[in-house]
């Protein structure tokens, strides 16, 4: 799958490291793979990201 900003992929925060503006989010999704992507501190904010959160299906 091509990955963009309008997909959604499903799968529980393992960790979430910010440093400044900036926020590395670590998603494991149910097969056991990990997706890890920087964002901006404020979308983790605004987003109610923390570790061991899992989006309703």
């Known amino acids: 799958m091509t ?5 959604s992929l499903h799968g529980t925060v393992t960790s979430i490291r910010t440093d400044g503006l900036a926020a590395e989010v670590t998603i494991e999704l149910g097969d056991g793979q990990q997706v890890t992507s ?3 501190a404020t979308s983790v904010d605004r987003l109610g990201s ?6 309703p299906p």
């Open 3 to 7: 990955l963009s900003a309008r997909n």
């Open 50 to 55: 923390k570790r061991g959160w899992r989006p």
């Open 38 to 40: 920087v964002i901006t």
